[in-house]
């Protein structure tokens, strides 16, 4: 019964998503963009997939080797049994908002009594971070893998071994970031319960075939030149931190722009909980844990930490010092779950759902839709990038406009026919009347590779007139060209390490 109220609250804080179209917000686009390029993707047999084809104005991008794949994965199964792009995003928005709430609550319910789990479960679900990645930011990776999140800690508590190695893999495909912020807290959390780590020691090889070519090839682009030192324009003060002013621009500390928080309702429930917990005994040294959690996230989004972000490159990649607002969030519901517990607390039950429910309600809500056809996605001009996580090197940066040809002669005299292309390979043949050099207008990056009847030949990607795309040489006569993106060493690597970990994984189980 508790659980069917629980499902049914959560379901109607998503009445938005019934506008019809895609919800206006920072990210969505890219992201149905994405889904739609992973289904092509897909289609064209490129797996697991690492080149995205048809976007950045058709000279393509390596998408899929540094932004998270798990929404692209499940946004193109949803599209082929029968969802439009849109749909397929907004049905994933709703799954991971309620998956939220209910993986936190399974995590609760386990530890102590439903009426605890049901409570500590509703502020997690009705966060203000959640809503802010729901219908401000529209990233819905990040509100997947807070929804994952609980799982892990589930499997921590129960021993789960292989339960947990999967959900901390799913974890990082959802959103490496929010992995990389909350990795800290699961193991120390697995130590303070006694528990192996051997579950996210799995978990990282049975994921190594996203995070390390991800992790290893970043320095083939410009995000870090691009995306800068502009992480210290999104530090919080701690006034802001407890509430400010709900809007949907994308900017913080402004009239109107986002405002990450934990929220007024939340931060006043935590009080009490923690003055409740005090008094509980076996409860403080976890209480203490929490609190920690929550000083460091708090400590790392606030100004003052500005010398740390500047020494920690990976800590820069996170972007927004206030994603941590994510992690202290798990820790506040923990918290609040906690002192459920005790009677004083269960005594305030009716008073504390009622302030977290109104407190929530103005938060649902979009500043306005778009319909677009279904055309507009798979044509798709953008890299779905916005600070040069995907622009290569090699290049002047990303085209503003799409190529008059595929592929064409530079050099000589050739005829170009061709016969296939597809995301991953591009089939042609090319009747040259003298030696030729030819520009398939395709990004260069490490993977790709070009065969001229059968040979192996050298790409010339840094021709100064066609900066960072793939140019090559060939004879006079009639060739059969190849140009096809594999793995390059470090994704070989990656994808072995991820086939031996699920080699183990199921050992495990059979063994179990």
């Not at 946004?75 to 936190?104: E, N």
């Not at 990450?260 to 917990?277: D, E, K, M, N, R």
């Not at 103005?362 to 916005?386: C, D, F, N, Q, R």
Request: aromatic share 14%; proline share 5%.
């Amino acid at each position: 019964m508790k659980l069917t109220v629980f499902f049914v609250i959560l379901l109607l804080f998503l009445y938005p998503l019934l506008t019809p179209g895609l919800p206006i917000t920072h990210d969505g686009e890219a992201l149905v963009a994405r889904i739609a390029a992973y289904t092509q993707a897909f289609a064209d047999g490129h797996f697991p997939p690492r080149w995205a084809g048809n976007l950045n104005y058709g000279y393509g991008a390596p998408v899929f080797i540094f932004f998270y794949p798990l929404l692209g994965y499940l946004g193109a199964a949803l599209h082929w049994v029968g969802l439009s792009y849109i749909d397929a995003y907004k049905a994933l928005a709703a799954l991971a908002f309620v998956g939220s709430g209910l993986s936190f609550f399974l995590w609760l319910a386990q530890r102590g009594k439903p009426t605890a789990a049901f409570i500590g479960a509703l502020f997690y679900a009705l966060s203000p971070y959640h809503f802010l990645n729901l219908y401000v930011r529209g990233d819905i990776g990040e509100l997947m893998a807070l929804a994952i999140a609980p799982l892990v800690l589930w499997s921590i508590d129960r021993r789960a071994i292989i339960g947990g190695s999967v959900a901390y893999a799913l974890l990082i495909l959802s959103h490496h970031g929010v992995a990389f912020l909350l990795t800290p807290v699961f193991v120390g959390y697995a130590i303070l319960q006694k528990r192996t780590v051997l579950s996210f020691i799995l978990g990282l090889g049975l994921s190594a075939y996203f995070w390390l070519p991800a992790l290893v090839e970043r320095h083939f682009t410009a995000s870090d030149r691009l995306f800068g030192a502009s992480y210290r324009d999104h530090f919080l003060s701690l006034a802001r931190l407890v509430w400010s002013p709900w809007g949907f621009g994308d900017r913080v500390n402004a009239p109107g722009g986002l405002a990450p928080q934990i929220g007024l309702v939340h931060g006043f429930v935590l009080i009490l909980a923690i003055a409740i917990c005090w008094k509980i005994r076996p409860v403080r040294g976890e209480l203490l844990f929490w609190l920690g959690i929550i000083i460091v996230s708090t400590f790392f989004l606030l100004p003052q930490s500005a010398a740390v972000w500047d020494r920690v490159l990976l800590l820069r990649s996170m972007g927004f010092p206030w994603r941590f607002i994510g992690v202290a969030h798990v820790a506040v519901a923990a918290v609040i779950g906690l002192a459920m517990q005790h009677r004083s607390m269960k005594q305030l039950t009716v008073v504390v759902m009622l302030l977290l429910l109104l407190s929530s309600y103005p938060l649902s809500k979009i500043s306005g839709s778009v319909i677009k056809p279904e055309g507009y996605w798979t044509a798709y001009p953008g890299s779905t990038s916005y600070h040069g996580e995907t622009t290569t090197i090699w290049t002047a940066g990303d085209p503003g406009w799409y190529a008059k040809e595929r592929v064409s002669t530079i050099e000589g005299k050739a005829t170009v026919s061709a016969v296939e292309r597809k995301t991953q390979r591009h089939v042609f043949r090319i009747d040259a009347q003298t030696a030729a050099k030819i520009l398939d207008n395709t990004t260069y990056f490490p993977g790709w590779q070009v065969t001229v009847n059968g040979k192996k030949t050298p790409i010339e990607f840094q021709d100064p007139a066609h900066r960072g795309l793939i140019t090559f040489a060939v004879p006079a006569g009639t060739s059969f060209v190849e140009v096809t993106f594999g793995e390059s060493p470090i994704r070989l690597i990656a994808d072995i390490i991820t086939v031996a970990s699920a080699a183990a994984i199921l050992l495990l189980w059979i063994v179990a």
